[in-house]
């Protein structure tokens, strides 16, 4: 997506001193382990550096940068570290309880003043998302603007999963094809969670981001769903995985709307 204001023009100048007290060097690239913790708990998380040549030992990050004026600042290694609202809320949403999570981002990991350092890490991101043990896909927080609740994207989700079952749970995708407020709201839902509702769908890097990794979930706010389960779902209708609709208006904005969500992850899948 362009941006009028640069990254590096968001993040103060300051955020580089926790880069430079971590410095990196060849193959070696910096991570941060996010620490356990959960609502109220402040967000905690430490830097360290490691090597390319181990094992599947982080997770990368997909994301949008969301609005780079809305900028939050988090303690890492004791630094103040400025990020963007979007990643301050990955971290509130996708730390654990009780063991930390180890993660590559970008906005953290690499310099963001330091064209050098951007250019050459930017060359190792093909082998970062590769070695990595999975992609967290972060689709932001579910909006609190739009025509549905967090309810609603659940059906939304849940309706992704039904559709890797086979026909004889048919019976069970009622509430996403209703020609009522409950239909009309889940499929709302399910329109902010595809190409052209949400915003991860129009980045340059989502393509690599999510085909790459040995692994990628889905995180829609507290929802998850893994990768593989929507691929699977994206292939059923492909294969004759049909659905009654009671009306033709219905039936029409269905169409729409899976035929969208197929476009895209069909797209994922062949990459």
């Not at 190792?124 to 689709?139: E, G, P, V």
């Not at 932001?140 to 999963?161: C, Q």
């Amino acid at each position: 997506m362009a941006h009028s204001l640069s990254l590096a023009d968001a993040l103060r100048p300051t955020t580089a001193s926790l880069q430079r007290a971590f410095p990196i060097h060849d193959e070696q690239i910096r991570v941060v382990d996010l620490l356990p913790g959960s609502d109220p708990d402040a967000i905690a998380l430490e830097c360290r550096v490691i090597t390319l040549n181990g094992g599947r030992s982080l997770e990368t990050l997909s994301y949008i940068w969301g609005d780079l004026r809305a900028i939050r600042t988090v303690k890492i290694s004791g630094h103040d570290v400025d990020i963007t609202q979007s990643v301050c809320d990955a971290f509130q949403h996708l730390r654990n309880p009780n063991e930390k999570r180890t993660l590559w981002i970008d906005q953290d990991c690499i310099n963001q003043s330091d064209d050098i350092e951007k250019s050459q890490q930017v060359g190792l991101m093909r082998t970062i998302y590769r070695k990595c043990s999975q992609c967290a896909i972060w689709l932001g927080d579910v909006p609190s603007v739009k025509d549905f609740s967090a309810a609603d994207a659940k059906f939304a989700m849940d309706f992704i999963d039904i559709m890797t079952h086979e026909k004889s749970c048919l019976t069970k995708v009622h509430t996403f094809v209703n020609n009522d407020d409950h239909g009309r709201r889940a499929r709302k839902a399910f329109e902010a969670l595809i190409i052209g509702g949400n915003p991860w769908w129009s980045r340059v890097w989502t393509l690599q981001e999510a085909s790459l990794p040995f692994a990628a979930t889905w995180h829609w706010e507290s929802l998850i769903l893994p990768l593989a389960t929507i691929e699977l779902a994206a292939l059923n209708p492909c294969q004759g995985w049909l659905c009654e609709i009671p009306t033709p208006e219905v039936a029409a904005e269905y169409d729409q709307l899976t035929s969208n969500f197929l476009y895209s992850v069909r797209g994922l899948s062949i990459a």
